[in-house]
C-alpha cells in the first residue's frame, strides 16, 4: 500500500506507521499551501486507526493541537505520555476495546501528560456513530477464533458525541476562532 512511499511507515507498531503516514500528509499539504500552519488542528481516529492518534498525541512538534478517538484501541506500550489534549469517546457496553481497559491505561499516565478527558455514553457499544451498524452484528472477533463482540450504531450516543467533540474542539481553539475565516 501507501507506507511503502512513505519513510517511516513500513516499519514498527501500527500506530507509529499511520503517525507517520499522517506526520508526512501535513508536510505536503502544507508544502502545498492547502494546511495552514498557523492553524493547527486536531487529529481524529476510530478504533485501530486510534493508534496513530495516541503516537501523534504523545508528540507536541507535529503541528496538530489536540487529539480526538472513538472507542480507541489502547496497544501502546506503558509508560504512555500525552503532550497534547486528547478525548476519548467510548461506550460503556463496548466489548472490542472496554472502558476499563481504556481507563487503566489513562491512570498509568505520568504526571506531567497533557489533559486526557472521557466521555462515555451509556448503553452504546462499538460503532456507536456508524449508522450501518444498524441492526446490531455481533460476531467473532478476530473471526473464527475470538471473543464474541457486538458492533452497533446509537443515535444518541452519535449525537452526545458529536456536541462533545464541537465543545472539545471549541476549548481548544481548534474551531470557532480566528483561523475558521479566510
Known amino acids: 500500500g501507501a507506507a511503502r512511499f512513505v519513510p517511516g511507515a513500513e516499519d514498527g507498531p501500527a500506530g507509529d506507521r499511520m503517525a507517520a503516514i499522517v506526520a508526512n500528509a501535513l508536510t505536503i499539504g502544507r508544502a502545498a499551501g492547502r494546511v495552514r500552519s498557523n492553524c493547527p488542528g486536531a487529529v481524529i481516529g476510530w478504533s485501530l486507526g486510534a493508534e496513530g492518534a495516541w503516537t501523534l498525541a504523545a508528540s507536541d512538534h507535529i503541528g496538530v493541537r489536540a487529539a480526538v478517538m472513538y472507542y480507541p484501541t489502547v496497544r501502546r506500550p506503558q ?6 489534549p486528547v ?5 460503556t457496553v463496548d466489548n472490542v476495546t ?3 481497559e481504556l481507563r487503566s491505561f489513562l491512570s498509568a499516565r505520568p ?7 472521557i466521555v462515555t ?3 452504546a457499544s462499538h460503532g456507536f456513530d456508524v449508522p450501518s451498524l444498524e441492526p446490531a452484528r455481533t460476531m467473532r472477533f478476530p473471526p473464527l477464533i475470538g471473543q464474541r463482540v457486538t458492533f452497533a ?4 450516543a452519535a449525537d452526545s458525541a458529536a456536541s462533545a467533540l464541537e465543545a472539545f474542539l471549541r476549548r481548544e481553539r481548534i474551531i ?7
Open 79 to 84: 509508560p504512555y505520555r500525552n503532550a497534547l
Open 87 to 91: 478525548l476519548v469517546l467510548q461506550g
Open 98 to 100: 472496554p472502558e476499563f
Open 111 to 117: 504526571a506531567d501528560s497533557a489533559n486526557a478527558e
Open 121 to 123: 455514553f451509556t448503553g
Open 153 to 156: 450504531y446509537n443515535a444518541g
Open 176 to 182: 470557532g476562532g480566528e483561523c475558521t475565516a479566510d
